[in-house]
């Protein structure tokens, strides 16, 4: 089967790497293409044009289809595909919706400090296009 999803993600974040780490055993029949954005073949003309930098911000998913889903869409897709998508369901209670996507936004800001790790622009390379 063709992955249905390409999901992009920081392999230097321990929580990340948890996550996907998860993902990718509940992935049973390869839906999703897992790839590390930190990874020295990542090179974002193949991904979109999505840069290290930009991935960096937020998750990134590029669906079948060419579109790219974004934070926690890309989540509850991903654990849709497992078969898990009620794990996700909260989002779709509308004041637990934006208190989640509030938090959502909280973490993404503030990962790189809560995780110990350098800020993006001693993380981004040369070839990173902010």
């Known amino acids: 089967m063709q992955n249905r999803l ?28 897992f790839v590390d954005i930190n990874s020295k073949k990542y090179n974002p003309t193949l991904f979109k044009d999505i840069s290290y930098s930009e991935a960096m911000s937020n998750l990134h998913g590029i669906l079948e289809n060419g579109d790219i889903i974004k934070g926690l869409d890309l989540l509850a897709y991903s654990y849709e595909l497992i078969g898990l998508g009620w794990v996700y369901y909260p989002l779709k209670i509308k004041f637990l919706d934006s208190i ?12 790189l400090k809560v995780t110990g790790r350098s800020n993006i622009e001693k993380l981004c390379t040369s070839e990173c296009k902010q």
């Open 100 to 111: 989640l996507r509030l938090f959502y936004q909280f973490w993404a800001k503030y990962r």
């Open 6 to 33: 390409i999901f992009l993600f920081d392999g230097g974040c321990p929580l990340c790497l948890r996550e996907t780490s998860f993902l990718k055993r509940k992935d049973v029949l390869n839906k999703i293409n």
